[in-house]
């Protein structure tokens, strides 16, 4: 048996596997959720799927787009600042059990499904299952909201 210095309590070696898996499959679904944020996506990127990202913590995805994760709002809302540099880009994505807002804090951003351009004070707002794909005109600053 094995004592866990964290919690100073008996610790199997099973437990630790277990739990070692745990963070392998976090892992695994943070790099694949990353992966598709950068091209286009069959596959939703869900509820789940951003929780595994950690909080507080700077996640570079590309060489233009940087996301935190904050605490949730409201219980439940997923929340994340987005920094997206001129020509920085989600590639093609959606969500199939959350819904996703994003207010426009500074900048300009297109979808490049609708075309549509955001505008600072604006908020995009796409349904469950609603491809986008936010591409930044300027230096943009967003505050995204993600809702069951």
């Known amino acids: 048996m094995i004592m866990c210095k964290d919690y100073n309590k008996p610790t199997t070696h099973r ?5 070692v898996k745990d963070v392998d499959k976090n892992f ?13 996506s069959n596959k939703p990127i869900n509820k789940k799927d ?13 060489d233009l787009v940087t996301i935190i994760r904050r605490k949730n709002l409201f219980n439940d809302y997923l929340n994340f600042d987005t920094f ?11 969500h199939d059990d959350i819904i996703e807002s994003a207010e426009i804090i500074k900048g300009k951003v297109i979808d490049k499904i609708d075309n549509k351009i955001y505008n600072e004070g604006d908020v995009m707002h ?10 930044a005109l300027e230096y943009t600053v967003l505050k995204v909201l993600f809702k069951s």
Not at 15 to 19: F, G, K, Q, V
Not at 84 to 94: N, T
Request: hydrophobic letters at 40%.
């Open 15 to 19: 437990e630790l596997m277990n739990a």
């Open 28 to 40: 695994l679904t943070l790099l694949q959720t990353l992966v598709s944020f950068k091209g286009e």
């Open 50 to 62: 951003l929780e595994t990202y950690p909080l507080f913590k700077d996640i570079p995805i590309g």
């Open 84 to 94: 997206m540099k001129k020509g920085g880009a989600f590639g093609k994505h959606f």
């Open 126 to 135: 796409f349904e469950k299952g609603v491809k986008h794909e936010p591409i």
